[in-house]
T-cell receptor, first 116, second 115 residues
Framework: ETGVTQSPTHLIKTRGQQVTLRCSSQ?????VSWYQQALGQGPQFIFQ???????GRGNFPPRFSGLQFPNYSSELNVNALELDDSALYLC???????????????FGEGSRLTVL | AQKITQTQPGMFVQEKEAVTLDCTYDTSDPSYGLFWYKQPSSGEMIFLIY??????QNATEGRYSLNFQKARKSANLVISASQLGDSAMYFCAMREYQGGTALIFGKGTTLSVSS
Protein backbone atom coordinates (compact mmCIF):
# COMPACT_ATOMS: atom_id res chain seq x y z
CA GLU A 1 0.00 0.00 0.00
CA THR A 2 1.18 3.48 -0.86
CA GLY A 3 -0.57 5.39 1.91
CA VAL A 4 -2.52 7.46 -0.62
CA THR A 5 -6.26 7.25 0.01
CA GLN A 6 -9.06 8.40 -2.25
CA SER A 7 -12.77 8.85 -1.74
CA PRO A 8 -15.31 7.95 -2.85
CA THR A 9 -14.25 4.72 -4.53
CA HIS A 10 -17.24 4.62 -6.85
CA LEU A 11 -19.90 7.15 -7.76
CA ILE A 12 -22.57 7.71 -10.37
CA LYS A 13 -23.62 11.15 -11.61
CA THR A 14 -25.80 12.46 -14.39
CA ARG A 15 -24.74 14.76 -17.19
CA GLY A 16 -24.52 18.40 -16.12
CA GLN A 17 -23.92 17.66 -12.44
CA GLN A 18 -20.83 18.53 -10.46
CA VAL A 19 -18.52 16.14 -8.58
CA THR A 20 -15.80 16.46 -5.95
CA LEU A 21 -13.18 13.77 -5.47
CA ARG A 22 -10.84 13.71 -2.48
CA CYS A 23 -7.30 12.52 -1.90
CA SER A 24 -5.08 12.20 1.15
CA SER A 25 -1.42 12.06 0.24
CA GLN A 26 1.23 9.84 1.72
CA UNK A 27 2.76 11.17 4.90
CA UNK A 28 5.60 13.57 4.15
CA UNK A 29 4.58 14.15 0.54
CA UNK A 30 3.94 17.78 -0.43
CA UNK A 31 2.94 17.35 -4.09
CA VAL A 32 -0.29 15.91 -5.41
CA SER A 33 -1.21 15.22 -9.01
CA TRP A 34 -4.41 13.95 -10.60
CA TYR A 35 -4.79 11.66 -13.59
CA GLN A 36 -7.82 10.56 -15.62
CA GLN A 37 -7.83 7.00 -16.92
CA ALA A 38 -10.51 6.14 -19.45
CA LEU A 39 -11.37 2.48 -19.95
CA GLY A 40 -8.63 0.65 -21.82
CA GLN A 41 -6.29 3.66 -21.84
CA GLY A 42 -3.30 4.86 -19.91
CA PRO A 43 -3.67 7.61 -17.32
CA GLN A 44 -3.66 11.20 -18.59
CA PHE A 45 -2.30 14.07 -16.53
CA ILE A 46 -4.90 16.59 -15.35
CA PHE A 47 -2.90 18.86 -13.03
CA GLN A 48 -0.46 19.00 -10.14
CA UNK A 49 -0.44 20.96 -6.89
CA UNK A 50 2.57 21.95 -4.85
CA UNK A 51 2.28 24.03 -1.70
CA UNK A 52 -1.38 24.76 -2.45
CA UNK A 53 -0.65 26.19 -5.90
CA UNK A 54 -1.30 24.58 -9.28
CA UNK A 55 2.13 24.17 -10.91
CA GLY A 56 1.33 22.10 -13.96
CA ARG A 57 -1.72 21.32 -16.05
CA GLY A 58 -2.53 18.93 -18.84
CA ASN A 59 -4.92 19.40 -21.74
CA PHE A 60 -8.12 19.57 -19.70
CA PRO A 61 -10.78 22.32 -19.80
CA PRO A 62 -11.27 24.81 -16.96
CA ARG A 63 -14.30 22.90 -15.63
CA PHE A 64 -11.67 20.59 -14.12
CA SER A 65 -10.34 22.40 -11.09
CA GLY A 66 -8.57 21.50 -7.90
CA LEU A 67 -7.42 22.49 -4.47
CA GLN A 68 -4.62 21.51 -2.17
CA PHE A 69 -4.94 22.09 1.56
CA PRO A 70 -2.26 22.96 4.15
CA ASN A 71 -2.08 19.27 5.17
CA TYR A 72 -1.32 18.46 1.49
CA SER A 73 -4.61 16.66 0.90
CA SER A 74 -6.36 17.58 -2.31
CA GLU A 75 -9.68 17.79 -4.13
CA LEU A 76 -10.55 17.44 -7.78
CA ASN A 77 -13.74 19.21 -8.87
CA VAL A 78 -15.44 18.65 -12.20
CA ASN A 79 -18.34 20.90 -13.22
CA ALA A 80 -20.93 20.37 -15.94
CA LEU A 81 -20.21 16.66 -16.22
CA GLU A 82 -20.17 15.09 -19.67
CA LEU A 83 -20.53 11.44 -20.63
CA ASP A 84 -16.83 11.34 -21.64
CA ASP A 85 -15.84 12.24 -18.08
CA SER A 86 -16.64 8.65 -17.10
CA ALA A 87 -13.27 7.28 -16.02
CA LEU A 88 -11.05 6.20 -13.15
CA TYR A 89 -9.56 9.26 -11.46
CA LEU A 90 -6.21 8.59 -9.89
CA CYS A 91 -4.50 10.73 -7.32
CA UNK A 92 -0.75 10.48 -6.84
CA UNK A 93 1.54 12.01 -4.26
CA UNK A 94 5.24 12.69 -4.37
CA UNK A 95 7.89 14.67 -2.60
CA UNK A 96 10.48 17.22 -3.49
CA UNK A 97 12.86 15.30 -1.24
CA UNK A 98 14.51 11.94 -1.80
CA UNK A 99 12.56 10.87 -4.86
CA UNK A 100 12.30 14.30 -6.44
CA UNK A 101 14.95 13.61 -9.04
CA UNK A 102 13.20 10.47 -10.23
CA UNK A 103 9.65 11.80 -10.19
CA UNK A 104 8.30 8.57 -8.78
CA UNK A 105 4.61 8.85 -8.00
CA UNK A 106 2.68 6.94 -5.36
CA PHE A 107 -0.87 6.31 -6.48
CA GLY A 108 -4.13 5.70 -4.69
CA GLU A 109 -6.66 3.12 -5.86
CA GLY A 110 -8.72 5.72 -7.65
CA SER A 111 -12.29 6.97 -7.78
CA ARG A 112 -14.39 5.40 -10.50
CA LEU A 113 -16.85 7.94 -11.89
CA THR A 114 -19.75 6.97 -14.12
CA VAL A 115 -21.69 9.74 -15.85
CA LEU A 116 -25.13 8.79 -17.17
CA ALA B 1 3.06 11.74 -32.33
CA GLN B 2 2.75 9.49 -29.31
CA LYS B 3 5.47 9.97 -26.76
CA ILE B 4 5.13 6.45 -25.30
CA THR B 5 4.24 3.49 -27.48
CA GLN B 6 3.36 0.06 -26.19
CA THR B 7 2.60 -2.14 -29.20
CA GLN B 8 1.51 -5.29 -27.37
CA PRO B 9 -2.13 -5.07 -26.23
CA GLY B 10 -1.87 -8.47 -24.57
CA MET B 11 0.83 -10.96 -23.66
CA PHE B 12 0.50 -14.54 -22.41
CA VAL B 13 3.16 -16.43 -20.47
CA GLN B 14 3.37 -19.55 -18.34
CA GLU B 15 4.45 -19.56 -14.74
CA LYS B 16 8.24 -19.50 -14.20
CA GLU B 17 8.92 -18.27 -17.71
CA ALA B 18 10.41 -14.87 -18.52
CA VAL B 19 8.48 -12.26 -20.49
CA THR B 20 9.44 -8.98 -22.17
CA LEU B 21 7.01 -6.08 -22.44
CA ASP B 22 7.93 -3.57 -25.12
CA CYS B 23 8.06 0.20 -24.78
CA THR B 24 9.41 2.85 -27.13
CA TYR B 25 9.49 6.54 -26.39
CA ASP B 26 9.97 9.83 -28.17
CA THR B 27 11.48 12.93 -26.62
CA SER B 28 13.90 15.73 -27.47
CA ASP B 29 14.54 16.47 -23.80
CA PRO B 30 18.07 15.23 -22.92
CA SER B 31 17.04 14.66 -19.31
CA TYR B 32 14.20 12.24 -18.76
CA GLY B 33 13.14 9.30 -16.67
CA LEU B 34 11.40 6.11 -17.67
CA PHE B 35 9.07 4.21 -15.36
CA TRP B 36 7.11 1.02 -15.35
CA TYR B 37 3.94 0.64 -13.33
CA LYS B 38 1.72 -2.38 -12.70
CA GLN B 39 -2.03 -1.95 -12.40
CA PRO B 40 -3.98 -4.91 -10.99
CA SER B 41 -7.75 -5.03 -11.26
CA SER B 42 -8.04 -3.05 -8.00
CA GLY B 43 -6.93 0.03 -9.96
CA GLU B 44 -3.91 1.10 -7.92
CA MET B 45 -0.80 1.90 -9.95
CA ILE B 46 2.19 0.12 -8.41
CA PHE B 47 5.67 1.45 -9.18
CA LEU B 48 8.03 -1.26 -10.43
CA ILE B 49 11.24 0.22 -11.78
CA TYR B 50 12.93 3.44 -12.89
CA UNK B 51 15.63 4.28 -15.44
CA UNK B 52 17.18 7.71 -15.81
CA UNK B 53 18.37 8.90 -19.19
CA UNK B 54 21.92 9.34 -17.91
CA UNK B 55 22.09 6.00 -16.11
CA UNK B 56 24.84 3.87 -17.61
CA GLN B 57 23.55 0.54 -16.37
CA ASN B 58 20.17 -1.08 -16.86
CA ALA B 59 17.94 -0.85 -13.79
CA THR B 60 17.01 -3.99 -11.87
CA GLU B 61 14.55 -4.52 -9.02
CA GLY B 62 14.19 -8.13 -7.92
CA ARG B 63 12.53 -10.05 -10.77
CA TYR B 64 12.15 -6.88 -12.84
CA SER B 65 14.80 -5.48 -15.12
CA LEU B 66 14.66 -2.70 -17.65
CA ASN B 67 16.39 -3.21 -20.99
CA PHE B 68 17.32 0.38 -21.82
CA GLN B 69 18.53 1.03 -25.37
CA LYS B 70 18.93 4.78 -25.59
CA ALA B 71 19.84 4.99 -29.27
CA ARG B 72 16.74 2.99 -30.19
CA LYS B 73 14.62 4.89 -27.64
CA SER B 74 13.36 1.70 -26.11
CA ALA B 75 12.82 0.74 -22.48
CA ASN B 76 11.53 -2.81 -22.37
CA LEU B 77 10.51 -4.41 -19.09
CA VAL B 78 11.72 -7.96 -18.48
CA ILE B 79 9.96 -10.04 -15.83
CA SER B 80 11.84 -13.19 -14.91
CA ALA B 81 10.23 -16.29 -13.40
CA SER B 82 6.64 -15.12 -13.91
CA GLN B 83 4.13 -15.73 -11.14
CA LEU B 84 0.33 -15.92 -11.24
CA GLY B 85 0.22 -12.66 -9.28
CA ASP B 86 1.97 -10.88 -12.13
CA SER B 87 -1.25 -10.96 -14.16
CA ALA B 88 -2.18 -7.29 -14.55
CA MET B 89 -1.93 -4.25 -16.82
CA TYR B 90 1.58 -2.84 -17.24
CA PHE B 91 2.24 0.75 -18.17
CA CYS B 92 5.39 2.38 -19.43
CA ALA B 93 5.71 6.07 -18.56
CA MET B 94 8.13 8.92 -19.09
CA ARG B 95 8.90 12.16 -17.32
CA GLU B 96 10.69 14.91 -19.20
CA TYR B 97 12.58 16.83 -16.53
CA GLN B 98 12.95 20.01 -18.52
CA GLY B 99 9.50 19.85 -20.06
CA GLY B 100 7.16 19.71 -17.11
CA THR B 101 5.85 17.85 -14.14
CA ALA B 102 3.67 15.14 -15.66
CA LEU B 103 4.19 11.46 -16.20
CA ILE B 104 3.26 10.53 -19.76
CA PHE B 105 1.83 7.02 -19.98
CA GLY B 106 1.49 4.52 -22.78
CA LYS B 107 -1.73 2.60 -23.44
CA GLY B 108 -0.55 -0.42 -21.51
CA THR B 109 -0.07 -4.14 -22.03
CA THR B 110 -2.23 -6.78 -20.37
CA LEU B 111 -0.13 -9.64 -19.06
CA SER B 112 -1.79 -12.99 -18.36
CA VAL B 113 0.19 -15.65 -16.51
CA SER B 114 -1.11 -19.22 -16.58
CA SER B 115 -0.17 -22.27 -14.54
Amino acid sequence: ETGVTQSPTHLIKTRGQQVTLRCSSQSGHNTVSWYQQALGQGPQFIFQYYREEENGRGNFPPRFSGLQFPNYSSELNVNALELDDSALYLCASSTTGVNANTGELFFGEGSRLTVL
Amino acid sequence: AQKITQTQPGMFVQEKEAVTLDCTYDTSDPSYGLFWYKQPSSGEMIFLIYQGSYDQQNATEGRYSLNFQKARKSANLVISASQLGDSAMYFCAMREYQGGTALIFGKGTTLSVSS
